[in-house]
């Protein structure tokens, strides 16, 4: 093994960090709208931890299933989320913990079927099965509980029209890094930065819905937007700094031709 995935971080490693605080996020929030702008930077870690999932499962050579694994996996975790919120829209003491844990246990479950049924062969199908289905919950109950009243302890109907938003962009945010970043010079740490990036994107997007959901939101989505607008160009100065020193050459492809 080589030095440099010596250094690489591992799911457990990346999903301990992701549960603890996105838990803390999904709870301060629950304690007061307020503290959104801090706890939307407790979530990053959670796109990261998904992303890295993906990306361990579709090195094993699934190519264009890079896009099929994130989709599955993430339907799990988003379903358990919107689930329980039919069953329990007052978001009870149990939530959000049923939801994360139920997540892992039933990704665990969609990976021993592809495992043992279908016959995958990847050695860590079930484990990041697991991961990704939970850091997909724990995203989910964070954007439900963002664009949620707790004063009031009533789930607002209104919230379902946006499930498949939510269920969307998580997607898209987790799946999407490996499946731009994959080819002979792919590395976690690039990869991941562009996880970041793209985490950011997607908390902004959500800033924004709070905006349009309720003026009720309005300060929550405005510091939603400048805290993910921060973390953005953050995280492209240091994707783009990691792609520059990955890159051999930068050649000019377009017209006119390059003087030189």
Same mark, same amino acid.
């Given at each position: 093994?080589?030095?440099?995935?010596?250094?690489? !971080?591992?799911?457990?490693?990346?999903?301990?960090?992701?549960? #603890?605080? &996105?838990?803390? =996020?999904?709870?301060? @929030? /629950?304690?007061?709208?307020?503290?959104?702008?801090?706890?939307?930077?407790?979530?990053?870690?959670?796109?990261?931890?998904?992303?890295?999932?993906?990306?361990?499962?579709?090195?094993?050579?699934?190519?264009?299933?890079?896009?099929?694994?994130?989709?599955?996996?993430?339907?799990?975790?988003?379903?358990?989320?919107?689930?329980?919120?039919?069953?329990?829209?007052?978001?009870?003491?149990?939530?959000?913990? !049923?939801?994360?844990?139920?997540?892992?246990?039933?990704?665990? #479950?969609? &990976?021993?079927? =592809?495992?043992?049924? @279908? /016959?995958?062969?990847?050695?860590?199908?079930?484990?990041?099965?697991?991961?990704?289905?939970?850091?997909?919950?724990?995203?989910?109950?964070?954007?439900?509980?963002?664009?949620?009243?707790?004063?009031?302890?009533?789930?607002?109907?209104?919230?379902?029209?946006?499930?498949?938003?939510?269920?969307?962009?998580?997607?898209?945010?987790?799946?999407?890094?490996?499946?731009?970043?994959?080819?002979?010079?792919?590395?976690?740490?690039?990869?991941?930065?562009?996880?970041?990036?793209?985490?950011?994107?997607?908390?902004?997007?959500?800033?924004?819905?709070?905006?349009?959901?309720?003026?009720?939101?309005?300060?929550?989505?405005?510091?939603?937007?400048?805290?993910?607008?921060?973390?953005?160009?953050?995280?492209?100065?240091?994707?783009?700094?990691?792609?520059?020193?990955?890159?051999?050459?930068?050649?000019?492809?377009?017209?006119?031709?390059?003087?030189?």
């Amino acid at each position: 093994m080589s030095t440099e995935s010596n250094k690489e !971080f591992t799911s457990p490693q990346l999903y301990l960090i992701a549960l #603890v605080l &996105g838990m803390i =996020a999904i709870l301060m @929030i /629950k304690f007061s709208h307020s503290l959104t702008p801090v706890a939307v930077i407790l979530i990053w870690p959670a796109f990261l931890c998904g992303a890295n999932a993906v990306r361990q499962v579709a090195r094993y050579g699934l190519g264009t299933g890079t896009s099929s694994i994130g989709y599955w996996g993430t339907a799990v975790g988003a379903t358990m989320a919107f689930t329980s919120q039919f069953i329990n829209p007052a978001y009870n003491f149990v939530s959000p913990y !049923f939801e994360i844990f139920g997540a892992l246990i039933v990704g665990a #479950v969609t &990976g021993i079927c =592809a495992q043992k049924i @279908i /016959k995958m062969k990847i050695p860590v199908m079930i484990r990041d099965s697991a991961v990704l289905a939970s850091s997909t919950a724990i995203i989910a109950m964070f954007f439900l509980a963002m664009l949620t009243e707790y004063s009031a302890a009533v789930f607002t109907l209104d919230a379902y029209i946006i499930y498949p938003l939510i269920y969307i962009a998580i997607t898209l945010a987790i799946l999407h890094p490996f499946n731009g970043s994959m080819g002979a010079g792919e590395n976690q740490r690039r990869t991941l930065r562009l996880s970041a990036l793209e985490a950011s994107m997607t908390t902004g997007l959500f800033g924004l819905i709070a905006i349009l959901f309720s003026e009720a939101l309005l300060l929550t989505g405005v510091s939603v937007i400048l805290v993910s607008m921060a973390g953005f160009f953050i995280f492209a100065k240091r994707w783009f700094a990691a792609v520059k020193e990955d890159t051999y050459e930068f050649a000019w492809t377009g017209y006119p031709p390059a003087e030189h």
